[in-house]
Structure formats: structure tokens, C-alpha cells
């Protein structure tokens, strides 16, 4: 049974930083596509960042390029996103999803997390 388990959002300040867990079971990792993809009120479910295969092939969306660091420890079986220099405009619920290799559109993934709110806010 595939299983996400996101953690690690809350409340911050701008400028400040925040990392996000994602404990995975149930899947081989390194032949998947992990995306953390997040949500605000009122706007679309949008990919921020995604790590594939056994080689680690990683992409971002522009809008956290530089700021936001996406890497996976196998062992663990766990991807983490770290946050850095978080803007207000970063606010939303962020999700870690899983999907088949070289996937980043939300509707072809299929396995999502529950969700971690990540608020920047002074």
C-alpha cells in the first residue's frame, strides 16, 4: 500500500526558512517521481519542485528557484524540501505526491500526502 506522510510546515516570518518531510512507503523510490506541490486559497494546485529516478533528477518552478532545495535520503525512504528566504506569497498548504517517472502535472500523479500548512507571516 503506498503511503505519504508530508510534515514539517508552520508558521514564519519572511526571510525565514522551514524544511518539509516526506516519509514514503509502499513504492520503489528511485523509480518514481516525488513532487511537493502546494495550494493556496483560491488558486490552483501548483508542482514547486520534483526529484526523479536513481540518478536524482531535479527540477523547480521559477518562483522558488534558488530558495527552495528539494533532496531524498533512501534510506529513510524520505524526500525533504528545504525553504529558505520564504516569502508571504510562498502561504499555502504544501503536499508531496507520488507519480510515474518524469511526471509533473498534479492530475498524473496519484498518491498524495495529507498536506502541511506553511504560513510566512510577520
Known amino acids: 500500500q503506498v503511503q505519504l506522510v508530508d510534515s514539517g510546515g508552520g508558521l514564519v516570518q519572511p526571510g525565514g526558512s522551514l524544511r518539509l518531510s516526506c516519509v514514503t512507503s509502499?513504492?520503489?523510490?528511485?523509480?518514481?517521481?516525488i513532487g511537493w506541490f502546494r495550494q493556496a486559497p483560491g488558486k490552483e494546485r501548483e508542482g514547486v519542485s520534483f526529484?526523479?529516478?536513481?540518478?536524482?533528477?531535479?527540477s523547480y518552478a521559477d518562483s522558488v528557484k534558488g530558495r527552495f532545495t528539494i533532496s531524498r535520503d533512501q534510506e529513510k525512504n524520505t524526500i525533504y524540501l528545504q525553504m529558505t528566504n520564504l516569502k508571504p506569497e510562498d502561504t499555502a498548504i504544501y503536499y508531496c505526491?507520488?507519480?510515474?517517472?518524469?511526471?509533473?502535472?498534479?492530475?498524473?500523479?496519484?498518491?498524495w500526502g495529507q498536506g502541511t500548512q506553511v504560513t510566512v507571516s510577520s
Open positions: 509502499g513504492f520503489t523510490l528511485p523509480y518514481h517521481t
Open positions: 526529484i526523479t529516478g536513481s540518478k536524482s533528477e531535479i
Open positions: 505526491s507520488a507519480g510515474p517517472a518524469g511526471a509533473t502535472m498534479a492530475v498524473d500523479f496519484h498518491f
